[in-house]
């Protein structure tokens, strides 16, 4: 089983930055796709990034494209998502996510149905 560790939530005014970071407990990211959701308040969970570290493959939501970035460090097992320019709707609890590559990037990992495993949640607030 692949224990995720979520980290870097905080409060923020618009317009800030945050980044995230999920720690996998893996030997390898080799294998997995890594990626983050988001669920706020009387809303479903939606997938926000993707990244396949095995080779580079990433995939972003429309709503955050060109603010946030994902990366991952494969010598720490951690994906970081790089959160700039930050919007109010925005606000939500953060989960990591990882799911086990099949060849269908970037469903496998942005499929809410074919994640394998949750981190836990960080909460992210950006004040207006």
């Known amino acids: 089983e692949v224990q995720l560790q979520a980290s870097g939530g905080g409060l923020v005014q618009a317009g800030g930055s945050l980044r995230l970071s999920c720690a996998a407990s893996?030997?390898?990211?080799?294998?997995?796709?890594i990626g983050w959701y988001r669920q706020a308040p009387g809303k479903e969970r939606e997938g926000v990034s993707c990244i396949s570290s095995s080779d580079g493959s990433t995939y972003y939501a429309d709503s955050v494209k060109g603010r946030f970035t994902i990366s991952s460090d494969n010598a720490k097992n951690t994906v970081y998502l790089q959160m700039n320019s930050l919007k109010p709707e925005d606000t939500a609890i953060y989960y990591c996510?990882?799911?086990?590559?099949?060849?269908?990037?970037?469903?496998?990992?942005?499929?809410?149905?074919?994640?394998?495993?949750w981190g836990q949640g960080t909460q992210v607030t950006v004040s207006s």
């Open positions: 893996v030997d390898t990211l080799d294998g997995y796709a």
């Open positions: 996510a990882a799911a086990l590559r099949f060849g269908r990037f970037p469903e496998e990992c942005m499929t809410i149905n074919l994640v394998d495993f």
